[in-house]
């Protein structure tokens, strides 16, 4: 059941979820104090099963595996969205694998991927209180464009890109 990448970066590459993913899956995503942030948490293995393994596209967001080239470990997954001319992304990181670089390597690959689609501007949403998720998209070249209570969105146009 072998799937092309996506896309590749240095130590990781991604592609979409197997069935053989959905425990390592589930471990981070239904940790409560490491999902704090995020939406997608807390489900049933079917419900996992439902929405990574179903045929999804990107105008209907899709989440893909992140995979460490080392051992063929899932350490992470990405969330693409493509709207008109915007890609949304959302990214997470198992917490055995945080403090790695990992979550700046593929977002940085995601990025080169995305520009390799096209003139997309990219955008991230992140919770108010998620430091570390904004200071990754503020390295990344991302500006903040809205903000409420419960997001703050950030975006990358083309002519940001390089930074």
Wanted: charged letters at 30%; one cysteine or more; a negative charge.
């Amino acid at each position: 059941m072998e799937t092309a990448p996506l896309f590749n970066s240095e130590r990781c590459f991604v592609r979409p979820f197997h069935a053989d993913d959905l425990d390592d899956f589930m471990s981070y995503r239904n940790n409560s104090e490491w999902m704090k942030y995020q939406y997608f948490k807390g489900r049933t293995k079917k419900e996992y099963e439902e929405a990574l393994l179903a045929d999804s596209s990107m105008e209907s967001g899709a989440q893909f595996a992140i995979i460490r080239k080392a051992d063929q470990q899932l350490i992470g997954d990405v969330y693409l969205k493509k709207e008109a001319d915007t890609f949304w992304i959302g990214y997470t990181v198992s917490p055995a694998f945080k403090r790695q670089g990992y979550a700046t390597e593929i977002v940085r690959a995601l990025i080169d991927w995305i520009r390799q689609q096209g003139d997309y501007s990219i955008r991230a949403g992140a919770a108010p209180e998620n430091i570390a998720s904004i200071r990754l998209l503020e390295k990344l070249g991302f500006s903040k464009v809205e903000a409420n209570e419960v997001e703050v969105v950030y975006c990358q146009d083309s002519k940001a890109f390089g930074s």
